[in-house]
C-alpha cells in the first residue's frame, strides 16, 4: 500500500502538493474548475493539520514565449484563493529568489502556487523530461512531497517523478480515490463486463485494445477509430478518418476476437463537419466517397445497448461521435442515457467523454468519472506508472 498524505505528520512542514490544475482558460477565464474542485479535498487536509502548502501543476503544452501568456496559472490562483476562502499567493516564476523568498516567510497554513511547471520545457523540456537537476530544486524547497495529480500519473516529469526521488513521498486523496475506483475495473470486475472506445486515433489506443480485449467481455468499439476497423472489415468507408497504417492491426483483432469487437453497424455522416452540416444515415455499403462517419447511427446505439443492458461493470473512454457539434452529439448522448439506466458499475475516462457526459448533464449518474484519460486507460493496462511505483509503501 503507498503512503498516502495520512501518513505523514505536516504541522510546521513544508508541503509540496503536485495538482492537476491543466483547465480549460479562455482569456483568463476558467471554462470548467471541476478539476481545481476536486484537488480541494487534499490541500484543506494539509491546511488544517497546520501545513504550509505549496503548489505545482502544469498547464498546456508550452514551445514557445506566445504559449507562456494564455497559459499561465494566475487565474488558477484566483480561483482556488474563492474556493478556499483564502488567498493563495501566486508565484509568477517556477525557480528563482522571489520564490524561495515567498517560502521562507509562509506562516503555517499558507499557501502558494507556482507558475506552469511547463515552463521549464522551453529550456531544453526539462520537466517534461524529468531533468534529474529540476526535480531536486524543486524538492529541496519543500520537507513532504503529495502527488496528486492523477492526469499525469502514467508520465515521468520533473513534478513527480523528480521530486519523489529526492524527497518522502505520498499521495492525495484524488489520487487514493482513482486508485480505489479503478482496481474495481482491474480485479475481477463483475461480469459482464464491457468496454466501450472511441475518439479519434486506433493508434493511441493500441495497447488498450489489444490488452483489454482480454479482460472484458466485449469491446464496442465507436467514433473515428471505428473506421478503420470497418475498413479493415472491407467495407468502404468514404471520406472518414483513417489510419491506413493501423489496418492490419485492426484485422489481427477482427479475426482473432470476431465475437467480442463489436462495430458499428450503422454511421450518420456529413460532407462538412460544422454545426450545420446537413447529415445523412448510412447503413455500412452505403457510404458515398465524399461522405465523413462523424457519429454512430441509430440502430449500433440499439445494437450497442444489448451488450450495455444486461451488464456488471462498463468502462468508458473516448466519445463515439464528434460530440461538440450539434448534429453528431446523438450516439455519445443516447450510450450515456443506456449506461446510466443499468445497474452496472459505471466508469467513464479521458478529458473528452467526461466532458461530454458533464454536457449532457449525466456526469450525476456513472459511478466514477476519472480525472486521468491517458493515465485511466494505463492503469487498466496494468502497464508500469512510474511516478506511482516511485511514492513510498507504508
Ligand atoms: P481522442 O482524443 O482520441 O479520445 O479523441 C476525441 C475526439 O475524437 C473528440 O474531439 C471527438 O470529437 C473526436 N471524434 C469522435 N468521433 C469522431 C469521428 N467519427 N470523426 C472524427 N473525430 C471524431
Known amino acids: 500500500m503507498k503512503k498516502t498524505i495520512k501518513d505523514f505528520e505536516l504541522s510546521g512542514k513544508k508541503v509540496i502538493i503536485r495538482c492537476d490544475f491543466n483547465v480549460p482558460i479562455e482569456n483568463g477565464v476558467i471554462k470548467d474548475d471541476s478539476r481545481i474542485k476536486a484537488s480541494l479535498k487534499t490541500i484543506r487536509y494539509a491546511r488544517k493539520h497546520n501545513a504550509k502548502v505549496i503548489l505545482l501543476s502544469h498547464l498546456g503544452r508550452i514551445k514557445t514565449e506566445e504559449d507562456k501568456k494564455k497559459n499561465t496559472l494566475k487565474p488558477v490562483a484566483e480561483k482556488l484563493s474563492v474556493l478556499l476562502r483564502k488567498k493563495v499567493k501566486f508565484i509568477d516564476q517556477t525557480r528563482g529568489e522571489k520564490l524561495e523568498n515567498a517560502i521562507a516567510q509562509m506562516k503555517d497554513k499558507d499557501v502558494i502556487l507556482i507558475e506552469n511547471t511547463r515552463f521549464e520545457d522551453l529550456d531544453g523540456k526539462k520537466e517534461s523530461n524529468n531533468d534529474p537537476s529540476l526535480g531536486k530544486y524543486w524538492a529541496h524547497l519543500g520537507d513532504i512531497f503529495i502527488n496528486d495529480a492523477f492526469g499525469t500519473i502514467h508520465r515521468c516529469h520533473a513534478s513527480n517523478l523528480g521530486i519523489e526521488n529526492n524527497l518522502p513521498s505520498g499521495i492525495g486523496f484524488l489520487v487514493e480515490n482513482e486508485i480505489k475506483k479503478l482496481s474495481k475495473l482491474t480485479n475481477n470486475p463483475k461480469k459482464p463486463y464491457t468496454i466501450i472506445l472511441g475518439g479519434s486515433k486506433v493508434s493511441d489506443k493500441i495497447g488498450v485494445i489489444s490488452n483489454l480485449i482480454t479482460k472484458a467481455d466485449y469491446l464496442l468499439i465507436g467514433g473515428g477509430m471505428a473506421f478503420t476497423f470497418l475498413k479493415a472489415a472491407g467495407f468502404n468507408i468514404g471520406s472518414s478518418l483513417c489510419e491506413k497504417e493501423k489496418i492490419d492491426f485492426c484485422k489481427e483483432m477482427l479475426d482473432k476476437y470476431p465475437n467480442k469487437l463489436i462495430l458499428p453497424i450503422d454511421v450518420i455522416t456529413a460532407t462538412e463537419i460544422n454545426e450545420n452540416a446537413k447529415t445523412q444515415e448510412r447503413f455500412l455499403g452505403e457510404i458515398e466517397e465524399e461522405e465523413i462517419g462523424l457519429d454512430i447511427g441509430p440502430k ?66 456513472i459511478s466514477h468519472i476519472s480525472t486521468g484519460g491517458g493515465a485511466s486507460l494505463a492503469f487498466l493496462e496494468g502497464i508500469k506508472l512510474p511516478s506511482l511505483d516511485a511514492i513510498d509503501e507504508k
Open 300 to 365: 449500433t446505439v440499439e445494437v450497442f445497448k444489448q451488450y450495455l443492458d444486461d451488464c456488471k461493470t462498463i468502462f468508458w473512454n473516448g466519445p463515439v461521435g464528434y460530440f461538440e457539434l450539434k448534429p453528431f452529439q446523438n450516439g455519445t448522448k443516447q450510450l450515456l442515457d443506456i449506461i446510466t439506466q443499468t445497474k452496472a458499475y459505471t466508469v467513464v475516462g479521458g478529458g473528452d467523454t467526461a466532458r461530454a457526459a458533464s454536457d449532457f448533464n449525466y456526469q450525476n449518474k
